[in-house]
C-alpha cells in the first residue's frame, strides 16, 4: 500500500515539476538526456518553497551559463571552469552567472551566483580522472562529419551542373571581325548565349557548339558515402543502419548482432543516468513530501510516516524502457525454456520488458476479477481425481528377481497391554465378611503389523502369511486391608492368554482376523 501511495503522488508531481510550468518530469529528463549528449552536460537546479506542489520544483539551465573560464587558486577551495573542489577535488559547489550569455543587456560585468552542491545537478559522463567539466558524446567523429558534410555539398554542386547541361562555343580566328557585329552578345570579346528550353538558334560564322557534361552523381558516390556513415556510426556506438535508416543490406541476423551491442550500450547509459539523475530527484522529493506530509493513502488519507524514509527509498527501482524484437514469438519461446529450466525469472523477463512483474500480477488479478464480475468468464473447474495408470504387461524372470530382492515385511513389536483393575466392594455384616471380587477388566491394545511390500509394477501372487500372536497376560496380586482385627485378605487373579489369527488374501491385504481369549 505505502508503494502504490509513493508511485501516484510522484506521478501527481512529476506532472508540475518543471519551475517554469512547461513540460512534465518525463520530458524534462529528455532533454536534460539531450543536452548531456549534444553539450557532454547539462544543469538542474533544486528549487525548494512552500508554495511549491511537494514542496520542490525543477530548473534546466543552459550550460552556457557555467562560465568555463572562470578560474580562481586561493588558500582554500579552487574554482575551476566554474566549478568550486575542496582539497579532496569534490564539487563543492558551481559558480553560474546570473544571466544568460545571449542576451543582449547591457552589462557592466559579468555576474555570478555561487549554488551549493546540494542544491544543483551537474550532469556528465566521466571519461578522464580528476574531470571537472564535460564534453560532447560526439567528439570521436566530430571532423568527420565535418569532412563529410563538405564532401556532400561538393557533390549536390557537382550534381548541380551536370543537371544544368552547360556548352561551350567555340570560335576560328576568322570570325573575330563577325563576332564584334553581335553588339551586346560580346564581353570582353567572348561571345555568350543564354537559351531557354525548346529554342532554336543559329550560331554565328565561325562559331561551334560543344557540350559539357560533368560525370556526377557519380556511381561510386553511394558507398563512399556508406563507408563514411558506417565509421561515425562505430564512433558513436549505434547500429549503422539505426543512424541512416538504410535497411537495404541488412538481414535479421546481422540486425540482431547489431541491435545487440547497440542496446547494452543504451542500458548502460540508463543506469548511469537513473543513479545520476532520477535517484538524486527522487531521494529529495521524497524526503520534503514525507516531512511535509503530502504522501497519503489513497483510501485512509494518513500521511506516511518520515521515520520509514530509508525502507522506502532503498526500496525504489527504476526501470529503463526496453524493446521489442521483430520476432517476438521466438524470444517469448526462449524466455519459456529459460524459466523451466531455471536459468531466469518472471522478475527479469518482465524487467526485460520494461515492465515490474507486481505490476503485471496486479493487473491480471484486475483483469480476471473483472471478467468474472461481467459473466465473461466462468468459474474454474474444480479438479479432476487422476486416473489410475495402467499396469505392464508381467516378466516373469522381473518378477522373481523382484519378489526376491524387494518385497520386505516389517513386523512391528506388540505394544504392551494395558491392564484394567477394578478395586473390589468389601461389605461386612454381622454374620460374616463377604468379599466381592468382580472379574478383571483387562484392555489389551491390539497389535500393529505393518507390512512394506515393493514390488515392480506388475501383479504378484504372494501366499497369505499365517500370523500368530500369542500374549499371556499375569495379573498383579492384589491386597486389601480391611481395619479390623482380621489378617489380609489376599486375591489372586487368574492368568489369561489371547490368540489373534490373522488370515491374507492372493494380495496380501488382511482378509480375517481372530482373536481368542481363555485361561493360561
Given at each position: 500500500?505505502?508503494?502504490?501511495?509513493?508511485?501516484?503522488?510522484?506521478?501527481?508531481?512529476?506532472?508540475?515539476?518543471?519551475?517554469?510550468?512547461?513540460?512534465?518530469?518525463?520530458?524534462?529528463?529528455?532533454?536534460?538526456?539531450?543536452?548531456?549528449?549534444?553539450?557532454?552536460?547539462?544543469?538542474?537546479?533544486?528549487?525548494?518553497?512552500?508554495?511549491?506542489?511537494?514542496?520542490?520544483?525543477?530548473?534546466?539551465?543552459?550550460?552556457?551559463?557555467?562560465?568555463?573560464?572562470?578560474?580562481?587558486?586561493?588558500?582554500?577551495?579552487?574554482?575551476?571552469?566554474?566549478?568550486?573542489?575542496?582539497?579532496?577535488?569534490?564539487?563543492?559547489?558551481?559558480?553560474?552567472?546570473?544571466?544568460?550569455?545571449?542576451?543582449?543587456?547591457?552589462?557592466?560585468?559579468?555576474?555570478?551566483?555561487?549554488?551549493?552542491?546540494?542544491?544543483?545537478?551537474?550532469?556528465?559522463?566521466?571519461?578522464?580522472?580528476?574531470?571537472?567539466?564535460?564534453?560532447?558524446?560526439?567528439?570521436?567523429?566530430?571532423?568527420?562529419?565535418?569532412?563529410?558534410?563538405?564532401?556532400?555539398?561538393?557533390?549536390?554542386?557537382?550534381?548541380?551542373?551536370?543537371?544544368?547541361?552547360?556548352?561551350?562555343?567555340?570560335?576560328?580566328?576568322?570570325?573575330?571581325?563577325?563576332?564584334?557585329?553581335?553588339?551586346?552578345?560580346?564581353?570582353?570579346?567572348?561571345?555568350?548565349m543564354n537559351v531557354e528550353a525548346g529554342e532554336?538558334?543559329?550560331?554565328?560564322?565561325?562559331?561551334?557548339?560543344?557540350?559539357?557534361?560533368?560525370?556526377?552523381?557519380?556511381?561510386?558516390?553511394?558507398?563512399?558515402?556508406?563507408?563514411?556513415?558506417?565509421?561515425?556510426?562505430?564512433?558513436?556506438?549505434?547500429?549503422?543502419?539505426?543512424?541512416?535508416?538504410?535497411?537495404?543490406?541488412?538481414?535479421?541476423?546481422?540486425?540482431?548482432?547489431?541491435?545487440?551491442?547497440?542496446?547494452?550500450?543504451?542500458?548502460?547509459?540508463?543506469?548511469?543516468?537513473?543513479?545520476?539523475?532520477?535517484?538524486?530527484?527522487?531521494?529529495?522529493?521524497?524526503?520534503?513530501?514525507?516531512?511535509?506530509?503530502?504522501?497519503?493513502?489513497?483510501?485512509?488519507?494518513?500521511?506516511?510516516?518520515?521515520?520509514?524514509?530509508?525502507?522506502?527509498?532503498?526500496?525504489?527501482?527504476?526501470?529503463?524502457?526496453?524493446?521489442?524484437?521483430?520476432?517476438?514469438?521466438?524470444?517469448?519461446?526462449?524466455?519459456?525454456?529459460?524459466?523451466?529450466?531455471?536459468?531466469?525469472?518472471?522478475?527479469?523477463?518482465?524487467?526485460?520488458?520494461?515492465?515490474?512483474?507486481?505490476?503485471?500480477?496486479?493487473?491480471?488479478?484486475?483483469?480476471?476479477?473483472?471478467?468474472?464480475?461481467?459473466?465473461?468468464?466462468?468459474?474454474?473447474?474444480?479438479?479432476?481425481?487422476?486416473?489410475?495408470?495402467?499396469?505392464?504387461?508381467?516378466?516373469?524372470?522381473?518378477?522373481?528377481?523382484?519378489?526376491?530382492?524387494?518385497?520386505?515385511?516389517?513386523?512391528?513389536?506388540?505394544?504392551?497391554?494395558?491392564?484394567?483393575?477394578?478395586?473390589?466392594?468389601?461389605?461386612?455384616?454381622?454374620?460374616?465378611?463377604?468379599?466381592?471380587?468382580?472379574?478383571?477388566?483387562?484392555?489389551?491394545?491390539?497389535?500393529?503389523?505393518?507390512?512394506?511390500?515393493?514390488?515392480?509394477?506388475?501383479?504378484?501372487?504372494?501366499?497369505?502369511?499365517?500370523?500368530?500372536?500369542?500374549?499371556?497376560?499375569?495379573?498383579?496380586?492384589?491386597?486389601?486391608?480391611?481395619?479390623?482385627?482380621?489378617?489380609?485378605?489376599?486375591?489372586?487373579?487368574?492368568?489369561?492368554?489371547?490368540?489373534?489369527?490373522?488370515?491374507?488374501?492372493?494380495?496380501?491385504?488382511?482378509?480375517?482376523?481372530?482373536?481368542?481369549?481363555?485361561d493360561a
Amino acid at each position: 500500500a505505502a508503494n502504490d501511495a509513493i508511485e501516484i503522488h510522484w506521478e501527481q508531481w512529476g506532472r508540475a515539476c518543471d519551475l517554469g510550468g512547461r513540460m512534465s518530469f518525463t520530458h524534462l529528463l529528455r532533454l536534460v538526456a539531450k543536452a548531456v549528449a549534444r553539450d557532454g552536460e547539462a544543469l538542474v537546479r533544486l528549487v525548494r518553497g512552500r508554495d511549491l506542489p511537494y514542496g520542490l520544483a525543477l530548473q534546466v539551465l543552459d550550460i552556457d551559463r557555467l562560465d568555463e573560464s572562470l578560474n580562481r587558486q586561493g588558500s582554500g577551495n579552487a574554482i575551476r571552469q566554474g566549478v568550486e573542489l575542496d582539497s579532496s577535488g569534490r564539487a563543492v559547489a558551481l559558480w553560474v552567472k546570473t544571466r544568460h550569455p545571449g542576451e543582449n543587456y547591457a552589462v557592466s560585468a559579468a555576474e555570478y551566483e555561487r549554488v551549493p552542491a546540494a542544491d544543483i545537478l551537474h550532469v556528465f559522463l566521466p571519461e578522464r580522472p580528476e574531470q571537472v567539466r564535460g564534453y560532447t558524446w560526439l567528439h570521436a567523429v566530430l571532423l568527420d562529419s565535418a569532412q563529410l558534410a563538405k564532401f556532400i555539398e561538393s557533390a549536390v554542386i557537382a550534381a548541380r551542373v551536370g543537371a544544368s547541361k552547360i556548352a561551350a562555343l567555340e570560335r576560328s580566328e576568322d570570325s573575330l571581325d563577325q563576332a564584334a557585329l553581335l553588339g551586346d552578345s560580346v564581353s570582353n570579346g567572348n561571345l555568350s548565349m543564354n537559351v531557354e528550353a525548346g529554342e532554336l538558334f543559329e550560331l554565328p560564322p565561325g562559331y561551334t557548339l560543344n557540350s559539357w557534361n560533368p560525370d556526377y552523381p557519380h556511381q561510386n558516390f553511394d558507398s563512399f558515402l556508406k563507408a563514411c556513415l558506417r565509421g561515425i556510426a562505430s564512433g558513436l556506438d549505434v547500429a549503422a543502419h539505426n543512424l541512416t535508416g538504410d535497411m537495404t543490406e541488412v538481414n535479421y541476423s546481422s540486425a540482431r548482432i547489431a541491435e545487440l551491442a547497440e542496446r547494452e550500450e543504451w542500458m548502460a547509459l540508463q543506469s548511469w543516468f537513473i543513479a545520476s539523475v532520477v535517484r538524486p530527484i527522487f531521494k529529495e522529493w521524497l524526503s520534503i513530501a514525507l516531512l511535509r506530509g503530502d504522501v497519503t493513502f489513497p483510501m485512509s488519507g494518513k500521511a506516511l510516516p518520515f521515520d520509514r524514509f530509508d525502507k522506502f527509498y532503498l526500496a525504489a527501482r527504476f526501470q529503463g524502457r526496453r524493446w521489442q524484437w521483430v520476432d517476438p514469438r521466438a524470444e517469448v519461446e526462449a524466455a519459456q525454456l529459460l524459466i523451466e529450466n531455471g536459468l531466469s525469472s518472471r522478475t527479469e523477463i518482465a524487467a526485460a520488458q520494461g515492465r515490474e512483474f507486481d505490476d503485471v500480477v496486479d493487473e491480471l488479478e484486475q483483469e480476471e476479477k473483472r471478467l468474472r464480475e461481467s459473466g465473461l468468464r466462468a468459474p474454474p473447474p474444480a479438479a479432476e481425481p487422476a486416473e489410475p495408470a495402467e499396469l505392464p504387461e508381467a516378466d516373469p524372470e522381473a518378477e522373481e528377481r523382484s519378489h526376491a530382492r524387494k518385497m520386505e515385511i516389517t513386523r512391528a513389536a506388540a505394544p504392551a497391554v494395558n491392564v484394567t483393575v477394578t478395586p473390589p466392594n468389601i461389605t461386612f455384616n454381622q454374620a460374616a465378611i463377604r468379599v466381592d471380587v468382580p472379574p478383571a477388566e483387562v484392555t489389551v491394545t491390539p497389535p500393529v503389523i505393518h507390512n512394506e511390500i515393493s514390488v515392480e509394477p506388475t501383479p504378484i501372487q504372494i501366499a497369505a502369511p499365517e500370523i500368530r500372536n500369542e500374549i499371556t497376560v499375569e495379573p498383579t496380586p492384589v491386597t486389601l486391608e480391611a481395619n479390623i482385627d482380621m489378617p489380609p485378605v489376599q486375591v489372586q487373579l487368574p492368568s489369561r492368554r489371547t490368540e489373534t489369527l490373522v488370515e491374507r488374501d492372493a494380495n496380501g491385504n488382511i482378509s480375517r482376523a481372530t482373536q481368542l481369549e481363555q485361561d493360561a
